[in-house]
């Protein structure tokens, strides 16, 4: 994506986020007093009279001086910092790095909120097939995975495509390694069997699990990601292997060739870490107290940089309190960033932020959150009443002019699920 089409995928959330909100009647509550607008004609109005604002924003951030400036942004940080795994000094650097840029932005209160963060990393890994030939096997250890013994685990494979046939298959898999070849359905359905794989596998007695990468393509590229334990289940230590280790592997058993494996991973666990929450707002000048919150989260795993995973979300949510400064806007309520910290081993940051802001609810009028990559755009995904949607489908149709303006059904997105399983439109 390059050009035009880059800086619109870079920026068009920006205008939803500010406009979205800054209407007196948009919370999620449509009245809070009498000078709210008594019918959906009225809020129609009202937000058709943001056209011009509209049209600045995105003259600003798609033709303007701001046109490359989130992209800019972003790849001096990931080029600077690099992979920022939880409890690694590089998320410290990174954290340290935002909010620095954060004040020198010229920002509103800008702070770091204190949070304890897991501490694992995965040390030296490899996998190597002995039988029926010699074949080094791409693998990169599951989060929260525990090491093999130091001479590591040999052992014959067993290959499934289900948990189902795992389960059919109990007996045979005792004593080795699973190997799972699932097919890809789609990332949120498929993802089960990284998250919970090894705890499958330990219960029928395996001595470690080797998944294949949750993707629906591949270049002999394995895909790491957190997985969980249960307190009640043997851990052993699990893997991600190649779409297409995957597949021959599943050949060869189907064939009723013998494969055996030779896996050796030195993850280690730590205590858990000091980390942070980092924070930014522009006050709102008639509601401070309430709150439109736009995030993305600034760690990411160890073997990357970053840059989409969030990098491109966290810093198109900054982008968002930039432009409107830039345009001597200030919303009714408070615009606040917050950049969040461990997502990836499932959203922790933002589980102790909202634990420590939940009594405050009703202050949150919607949170957004930008984690499912920064290509070109074609809408915004909303979780909210029937209402709210109808509001939000108004307020896309200023985004005419770039041509995105469909509403989805279902916001996701780790971070900001605790605000929405309490109601809060997202």
């Not at 410290?92 to 694992?120: C, R």
């Not at 969980?228 to 050949?251: G, K, W």
Request: overall charge negative; hydrophobic content about 40%.
């Amino acid at each position: 994506v390059c050009g035009k089409e880059k800086r619109e995928a870079m920026n068009y959330i920006f205008l939803i986020f500010f406009i979205h909100l800054s209407p007196q009647y948009a919370g999620k509550s449509l009245r809070r007093d009498d000078s709210y607008p008594k019918t959906f004609e009225d809020m129609k109005n009202e937000i058709a009279g943001y056209t011009d604002i509209a049209k600045s924003i995105i003259d600003l951030s798609v033709y303007g001086k701001a046109q490359n400036r989130s992209y800019e942004r972003l790849a001096v940080f990931a080029d600077t910092v690099g992979p920022r795994l939880s409890g690694s000094k590089n998320l410290d650097t990174a954290i340290k790095y935002m909010f620095s840029a954060l004040q020198e932005d010229g920002l509103e209160n800008v702070h770091l909120e204190p949070v304890k963060v897991p501490h694992w990393e995965r040390g030296e890994e490899f996998a190597v097939m002995l039988e029926p030939r010699k074949h080094s096997i791409a693998i990169l250890g599951l989060g929260n995975s525990i090491a093999t013994p130091p001479q590591g685990i040999t052992a014959e494979v067993i290959v499934v495509a289900s948990f189902d046939e795992l389960r059919r298959r109990a007996q045979e898999a005792k004593g080795k390694i699973v190997v799972y070849n699932e097919p890809f359905i789609s990332y949120g359905k498929t993802v089960q069997y990284r998250s919970q794989g090894a705890v499958e596998a330990a219960k029928v007695g395996a001595l470690a699990s080797l998944i294949r990468s949750v993707a629906s393509f591949s270049i002999h590229s394995p895909h790491t990601g957190w997985q969980n334990y249960q307190p009640d289940v043997p851990r052993i230590p699990t893997a991600c292997i190649s779409v297409e280790d995957a597949e021959m592997m599943s050949r060869m058993s189907l064939r009723g060739t013998r494969i055996v494996v030779h896996l050796k991973m030195g993850a280690k666990t730590y205590p858990d870490s000091l980390s942070f929450n980092t924070v930014a707002e522009i006050v709102g000048s008639k509601y401070p107290d309430q709150i439109v919150l736009v995030s993305g989260h600034l760690d990411s795993w160890d073997v990357g940089q970053g840059a989409m995973d969030d990098g491109g979300g966290a810093f198109i949510s900054w982008e968002v309190l930039s432009l409107l400064k830039d345009l001597g806007l200030r919303p009714k309520r408070t615009l606040r960033l917050v950049l969040w910290t461990a997502e990836e081993q499932g959203g922790v940051g933002a589980e102790q932020y909202y634990q420590l802001h939940k009594e405050n609810i009703s202050n949150f009028d919607i949170v957004m959150e930008s984690d499912e990559g920064t290509f070109k755009p074609s809408g915004l995904g909303f979780t909210g009443n029937a209402k709210a949607r109808d509001i939000v489908k108004e307020v896309m149709a200023l985004l005419q002019p770039i041509n995105v303006t469909d509403v989805y059904d279902g916001a996701s997105g780790t971070d900001i699920g605790f605000w929405m399983r309490d109601g809060v439109p997202g």
